[in-house]
């Protein structure tokens, strides 16, 4: 069966520094993979995906994420945060009809 | 621009009460679902819907219900609401042919059961 962990339920960076969120799947097959963000009360809004057609994807707002399959993990990162990166984090693996949702990872950026 | 709405941002209801969550998508999509988030535990499918009056069931179904009489508005029903149900509800819609399968949220119903 699929899933996703989110290694992190918690993330305190600085501002100007760099963020690193992890994510490890298990998929019997190739997945596709996302990120999405929530901001406080906002909806959830795709950050990148994953479709293997190439291991380093880039997405908005400077975010990328890297596809191993040695390690199944996807991690994402950004090399300099921001403060209005402070947010949750879904680590989200898709499959035909279903997305398999991470508990999320929250971001907060401090001056 | 993509749009999906949900009918409340905040709603509270009693126990027992009949509660309805509507979600409307301006997108002509024909995939819907309804998922409820809870701190820790991620977003977790409660109900889906690839066509008009076809439905199936997510990951937590029991004590929800669904309608889709049209092909824009996917309707969460909870026959009798208990305090369990307090949770942040979340709209989603996808085409079918979108490759992967990426979805779009609304902004979310925060419904309190007292």
């Known amino acids: 069966a699929q899933s996703v962990t989110q290694l992190d339920s918690h993330v305190s960076v600085s501002e100007g520094t760099p963020v690193l969120l992890r994510c490890n799947y298990s998929s019997s097959y190739s997945p596709s993979l996302f990120w999405y963000v929530q901001h406080p009360n906002k909806g959830l809004q795709l950050l990148l995906k994953y479709t293997s057609a190439a291991t380093l994807v880039k997405g908005i707002n400077g975010f990328e994420a890297e596809f191993k399959k040695s390690e199944t993990s996807f991690h994402l990162t950004k090399p300099s945060a921001h403060m209005s990166d402070a947010a949750e984090y879904f680590c989200?693996?898709?499959?035909?009809?279903?997305?398999?949702f991470g508990a999320g990872t929250r971001l907060a950026v401090h001056p | 621009d993509v749009k999906v709405t949900q009918s409340s941002r905040y709603l509270v209801k009693r126990t027992g009460e009949k509660v309805f969550l509507e979600c409307v998508q301006d997108?002509?999509?024909?995939?819907m679902f309804w998922y409820r988030q809870d701190p820790g535990l991620g977003l977790r499918l409660i109900y889906f819907s690839y066509d008009v009056k076809m439905k199936e069931k997510g990951d937590i179904p029991e004590g929800y219900s669904v309608s889709r009489e049209k092909k824009e508005r996917f309707s969460l029903i909870l026959e009798s609401a208990s305090t369990n149900q307090t949770s942040m509800y979340l709209c989603?819609?996808?085409?079918?042919?979108?490759?992967?399968?990426?979805?779009?949220f609304g902004p979310g119903t925060r419904l309190t059961v007292t």
């Open positions: 989200v693996s898709g499959g035909y009809n279903k997305l398999i």
């Open positions: 989603a819609s996808s085409a079918r042919l979108a490759r992967p399968y990426e979805q779009y």
């Open positions: 997108m002509d999509h024909e995939n």
